[in-house]
């Protein structure tokens, strides 16, 4: 790394557009040691990616991915009750439309090029990608009613701007139903939520940290930012008692002593006791992320809400919280991001999420060895929810951006 | 007040209003609340271990413990008493978490560099690495890298010789090492003891030249002497030894690293490292440009101006948040767990298994790996201070 320049603090960007072997002479082989560093480089990760792409052509067996298809993403959940799932589905879909729509009620394409390239992509990888073909019927449909919903809440967005609410309150409603969906009762059949498994529990345990860990994480972060000693005090204790722990200790002991701390005989529910333990774990990480934005709120803003009569809660509420709140967006995602990431612990202390799933199907002698097969292909899962996670995060932020 | 002294001295609607009331009565209202909720379950749980027939009591941990662990640093049988085999776990963290720690350091500090690089296939490299390491689970990683990787190497028959100083197979990484343990830590420790006479040393040398202009060759000297004093222990004094691999396989001599370690090792350094990058990146571009275009003015060259001006400013922005960096490594040591290295957690689980005692086991857990990183955050506080600007 002979040659090191941030590249913010290049000059601006030529406008002469460079032909390749000047762009390459430029950006590849400045001088001997750039040369030396591409050369190596190339040599190295070329040699590795021709292994990689040889093995994945003659060696890997990727039937078993397909095979288990159903596994991966509703674990052991009765196969005649899949149409509930894919209800659940639709219901997604139609919503992130629709919030889709109305958020970029403004722009002035919707389905700008690069919007129906990426459509486009998923659509021939749902057709074409052999893992999805027994249900890839349904799963055009359901980009169909993305974009559907989404072309429809632009209208609609557009003809009453104060939609946004309301659409926040349809997710809000929309967990329940996914919970009345996927574990029944109310006139539907019961399923045990020893059935419940795959990327289903993987994404019910995330959302279900993340809408109990945010409110928890907020108080705390109010908390030990209060004037009140006692109330600092407690909070802090909590969160450096919490923060000191690893996670995995958390989960096996919410396992074991939160039947313990409870009067005799009330044994919550495995998957309830380990949202609980990924909930408290993560408010304490969330109240840090919290404190900082709330630190980085000028002074003057408490001051001059002061001015105005406001008395402490409206001034939180009104002037305080929104900003921090802002200022947090890219740590409260970073922070929404690891617990997503950190279901996948659960698989250790015994529930079937994604990688439980997984491990279960690699136990199998018949898909013996298939290790990287089966883990290439969860990490691609995972990767893709983290990376849409984190590309959200961005954009929100583009657009709450007020500074000018 | 409104009302006179004279009339009644309380009112209650006045102290409705008072800010200072509210103050206080918040508190006791959430101190209440808060011992009720405590009362509640700790009463709950003294109940319930009651009735198991187990009240709180760390006397187990003389008990022997009966199990037997596959690595430790330190001797130990399996008659030997929970808190013996407690240590062997906790000397297995520690040496996960020492390794993690110098490698991810290295790893990460170069893979953030890196992402300033003027060669693009390096400067994109870097960026596909922490935007593909950073969004894939750590366990799934291990997973990856303990039975996709380590577990594919050849058996012993077959193991790979890396120049005939190093041999990998299915069992583990063999390495040379020093003749004996205490030969080892002796080593590690006169390598720390050099290095940081090494940064005094150059510290004051510096001081000199700059107040001076001339003079500090007493130190240059200095630095010299310990510099082969420090060469001469490591390389003679160590009686190394070299491993050599047998013709029916398998590895003598040398150290072996345990297949679970090297995986543990991999998988944290390589997921760790992706965060430390982009703290280091964040570091560098806090530096103003104006210090860079300064240094560039004076005719010094990229790499120099990068060593020197730079990145010494940059580290007063990267060492806090290096240190939950650090804390998350040691946390994250735990999972190792998981592919059967017998660290800390896992000799804590297979304790609470045998003895039924999740509350005594819980609270050395969390002992542990508070002190542990405690300790991390006072060494990098010390660091810290060191790398502040000293405005006169």
Redesign the interface.
């Known amino acids: 790394m002979t040659s090191v320049t941030p590249d913010s603090f290049s000059a601006p960007p030529d406008i002469v557009a460079l032909g390749p072997v000047a762009w390459a002479k430029k950006n590849l082989f400045s001088d001997w040691f750039n040369s030396l560093l591409t050369i190596v480089l190339v040599l190295i990760f070329g040699w590795g990616i021709f292994r990689l792409g040889f093995w994945a052509l003659t060696t890997a067996q990727w039937q078993v991915i397909p095979n288990n298809f159903g596994l991966f993403m509703t674990g052991t959940y009765p196969a005649r009750l899949y149409p509930r799932i894919w209800a659940l589905l639709a219901i997604v879909c139609g919503l992130a439309g629709l919030s889709w729509g109305v958020l970029g009620r403004n722009i002035s394409t919707l389905f700008s090029r690069n919007v129906l390239i990426g459509l486009g992509v998923v659509c021939a990888f749902i057709v074409l990608f052999p893992p999805t073909r027994p249900s890839s019927l349904k799963l055009l449909p359901m980009v169909a009613l993305v974009a559907g919903a989404a072309a429809g809440g632009r209208q609609l967005g557009r003809r009453f701007p104060g939609i946004g609410s309301l659409l926040s309150l349809a997710w809000f409603l929309s967990y329940f139903v996914a919970l009345w969906l996927i574990g029944g009762g109310l006139g539907l059949t019961r399923v045990s939520t020893n059935d419940w498994g795959g990327l289903v529990l993987t994404l019910f345990t995330a959302v279900s940290g993340i809408v109990l860990c945010f409110p928890l994480g907020l108080l705390l972060a109010l908390g030990r930012r209060s004037a009140l000693p006692v109330v600092r005090w407690l909070s802090t204790i909590y969160i450096e008692l919490v923060r000191g722990v690893p996670l995995v200790a958390l989960l096996f002991m919410g396992q074991v002593m939160i039947p313990l701390f409870l009067p005799l005989g009330s044994r919550p529910d495995r998957i309830l006791r380990a949202i609980i333990a990924l909930a408290l774990f993560s408010a304490a990480y969330l109240a840090e992320n919290v404190r900082a934005g709330l630190q980085a709120v000028p002074r003057g803003q408490n001051e001059a809400a002061a001015s105005l009569g406001l008395n402490t809660p409206t001034t939180l509420g009104l002037i305080v919280l929104p900003q921090a709140l802002k200022i947090a967006i890219p740590a409260i995602v970073g922070q929404f991001i690891s617990l997503f990431q950190d279901t996948t612990l659960l698989s250790i202390v015994g529930l079937a999420e994604l990688l439980g799933i997984g491990r279960s199907i690699l136990a199998n002698p018949t898909y013996l060895g298939r290790y990287a097969e089966v883990y290439l292909f969860l990490a691609v899962i995972y990767w893709l929810f983290c990376y849409a996670m984190s590309l959200a995060s961005r954009k929100l932020e583009e657009k709450l951006n007020t500074d000018h | 007040m409104a009302h006179d002294s004279g009339g009644r001295s309380f009112d209650l609607k006045a102290m409705l209003r008072d800010?200072r009331f509210w103050?206080i009565a918040?508190?006791v209202i959430?101190?209440i609340v808060?011992i009720a909720l405590l009362s509640f379950?700790?009463g709950?749980?003294n109940?319930?271990?009651l009735?198991q027939g187990r009240a709180f009591s760390f006397n187990f941990l003389r008990n022997p413990a009966g199990f037997s662990i596959g690595e430790s640093l330190i001797r130990y049988r399996p008659n030997d008493p929970y808190w013996r085999a407690l240590m062997v776990g906790l000397g297995n963290t520690i040496t996960l978490v020492a390794g993690g720690i110098a490698l991810t350091t290295l790893l990460g500090t170069?893979a953030g560099?890196?992402s300033?690089?003027?060669?693009?296939?390096?400067?994109k490299?870097s960026r596909l690495y922490v935007?593909?390491v950073?969004?894939?689970?750590?366990?799934?990683?291990l997973?990856?890298w303990y039975?996709?990787i380590y577990?594919?190497l050849p058996r012993p028959v077959d193991q790979i010789s890396v120049l005939g100083i190093a041999f990998l197979n299915n069992r583990g990484v063999y390495i040379p090492w020093a003749g004996s343990a205490v030969l080892a830590l002796l080593g590690i420790a006169a390598t720390i003891g050099a290095a940081i006479a090494a940064l005094y040393l150059w510290q004051w040398r510096t001081k000199i030249r700059i107040e001076t202009g001339v003079g500090g060759k007493a130190q240059s000297i200095a630095l010299a002497v310990l510099g082969v004093v420090w060469l001469g222990i490591v390389v003679l004094g160590m009686n190394w030894t070299i491993p050599s691999g047998l013709e029916a396989g398998g590895v003598t001599g040398g150290l072996r690293l345990s297949r679970e370690y090297v995986a543990a090792l991999t998988a944290l350094v390589f997921y760790t490292s992706a965060f430390v990058a982009e703290i280091v990146r964040a570091g560098?571009?806090s530096v103003s440009?104006g210090q860079?275009?300064a240094a560039r003015s004076l005719g010094l060259?990229?790499?120099i101006v990068?060593r020197l001006v730079v990145f010494p400013q940059a580290l007063r922005v990267i060492i806090p948040p290096m240190n939950s960096e650090y804390?998350n490594l040691t946390?994250?040591?735990?999972?190792a767990?998981?592919i059967a290295f017998p660290e800390m957690?896992s000799i804590?689980?297979t304790t609470?298994n045998q003895t039924g005692r999740?509350?005594e086991v819980?609270v050395v857990?969390?002992a542990t790996?508070?002190i542990l990183?405690l300790l991390i955050t006072l060494v990098m506080n010390q660091l810290n201070r060191t790398v502040q600007f000293k405005e006169r």
Not at chain 2, 116 to 123: A, E, G, R, T
Not at chain 2, 134 to 141: F, G, M, S, V
Request: proline share 3%; glycine share 4%; aromatic share 18%.
């Open positions: 800010e103050k918040f508190q959430t101190l808060v379950f700790l709950n749980l109940r319930n271990l009735q170069v560099i890196a300033f690089s003027k060669n693009w296939l390096v400067h490299l935007g593909l950073r969004n894939i689970p750590l366990l799934l990683q997973f990856f039975f996709a577990g594919t560098i571009q440009k860079w275009e060259h990229a790499g990068m804390m946390k994250n040591t735990s999972l767990f998981a957690y804590a689980t609470y999740p509350v819980f857990l969390m790996y508070l990183c």
